[in-house]
């Protein structure tokens, strides 16, 4: 740019000609000039994609809201488009009333629109025993931020007449071929949960869950059941499939840890990070998510030097309970090696442990719920590559 740049003196042809009509894409796309910007698979990591993962660009993306077309996707087996004048919703077991709904009858029902992250268990998963994957994409990319519309689960027990006496557990059934089932305690479903139809504004996505699933804010998304078909209120732990067998964690001493469910306190530098490289010295802004799944972040202090000192970043708002928190902070890069890290503390004033920590307790060998501090190098070159710090 500058004398003499053609970009300036030259007049484009977007300036001299008519461009092109309304409704050209009836339904909007985005620039031919961010077609980089896309969900992921990881080679290798499953057998067959449609029991798989493909990953959220968190290094492309701006304040907390995730676009629909860009939300992480996890399917047992595969997603489907059902058509929802035939989709049914029953809820049965320990209620007076079971009753089977159509999405018409859900749809008429009070309902609430709520900004939640959804985070999958299993995120930053590859990351326990050493440095695995080259960017945030990979290492993070199983998070998103959406709004959510449907009607509270508690409006959908009260209408059924949930026995309160008896009942203590609530079990969410799929309508896709994997027969995912996952529970949650019954005070639990009458806090916040959403039975949601909508996201980000338009009805869900057929990925994530349409006509119908279930939103549990700041649990692990294995329990946010999409295509949701079913309700059924019981007095008992069931130990679903789901819960016995899989999400669970091999502990250090041998045993597995069961019942996990809440998405503790995490952040994550977005950008400067794996994969990027600076463009020479000077000033940055660095830029990151930060959330929990027992309320608000409360500060985020981010370090340049591995840890050794550390700064409060500014946070951005809304500031919302079990929703992705943006933050920011200045940083003058001088050129020399640098390792940047981001630290969060949430409303109940836990504090987002260091890796050496959190395997000091949970060892090498679990999947879920990783939350460590993450480190990002910035080499002389300018090049940020992932690595562990102890
Ligand atoms: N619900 C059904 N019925 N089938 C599934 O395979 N996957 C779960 C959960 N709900 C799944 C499901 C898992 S493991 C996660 S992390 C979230 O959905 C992912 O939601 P998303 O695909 O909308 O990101």
Redesign the pocket.
């Given at each position: 740019s500058g004398a003499g740049d053609p970009n300036i003196l030259v007049l484009p042809e977007h300036s001299r000609t008519l461009g092109k009509p309304v409704a050209t894409h009836p339904y909007g796309q985005p620039s031919q000039y961010e077609a980089n910007l896309q969900r992921r698979e990881s080679p290798g990591l499953t057998r067959v994609g449609a029991?798989s993962?493909s990953f959220t660009p968190l290094q492309g993306l701006f304040g907390i809201i995730t676009p629909s077309g860009l939300?992480?996707?996890?399917?047992?087996?595969?997603?489907h488009d059902i058509d929802p004048a035939k989709h049914r919703f029953m809820i049965n077991g320990l209620v007076n009333n079971p009753k089977v709904y159509t999405m018409d009858d859900l749809m008429r029902m009070p309902s609430v629109s709520r900004m939640h992250f959804?985070?999958?268990?299993?995120?930053t998963a590859m990351e326990w025993g050493n440095v695995a994957v080259p960017s945030v994409q990979y290492s993070h990319g199983?998070l998103?931020c959406s709004e959510f519309t449907g009607v509270p689960l508690s409006v959908l027990l009260e209408d059924c007449g949930v026995d309160k006496r008896r009942a203590k557990v609530v079990l969410a059934?799929?309508?896709?071929g994997?027969s995912?089932t996952?529970t949650m305690s019954l005070e639990r479903a009458l806090d916040d949960v959403i039975v949601a139809w909508a996201m980000n504004g338009e009805m869900?996505?057929p990925?994530?869950?349409y006509p119908l699933?279930?939103v549990v804010p700041g649990v692990?998304?294995?329990?946010?059941?999409?295509?949701?078909r079913r309700i059924e209120v019981g007095d008992q732990p069931y130990a679903t499939k789901?819960e016995a067998l899989h999400?669970i964690d091999a502990m250090p001493d041998g045993t597995f840890r069961q019942y996990t469910s809440i998405q503790e306190c995490k952040s994550v530098i977005t950008t400067p990070s794996a994969g990027q490289r600076l463009q020479g010295t000077g000033y940055y802004n660095i830029t990151g998510l930060a959330w929990s799944g027992r309320g608000k972040v409360k500060r985020v202090d981010v370090s340049v030097d591995g840890g050794r000192n550390w700064r409060t970043a500014r946070l951005e708002t809304p500031l919302l309970s079990k929703c992705l928190t943006r933050f920011n902070i200045d940083w003058e890069w001088d050129g020399t090696p640098a390792v940047l890290q981001s630290r969060a503390i949430d409303e109940t004033g836990y504090v987002q442990p260091k890796i050496n920590e959190l395997r000091a307790v949970r060892g090498t060998r679990s999947i879920y719920h990783n939350n460590a501090i993450q480190s990002w190098q910035v080499a002389q070159s300018g090049e940020v590559s992932n690595v562990q710090v102890y």
């Open positions: 029991a993962v939300h992480f996707e996890r399917h047992h087996q595969g997603w959804i985070e999958c268990g299993a995120n199983m998103s059934e799929g309508a896709d994997s995912m996952r869900l996505r990925e994530h869950g699933r279930l692990q998304g294995v329990s946010w059941v999409k295509w949701l789901d999400y």
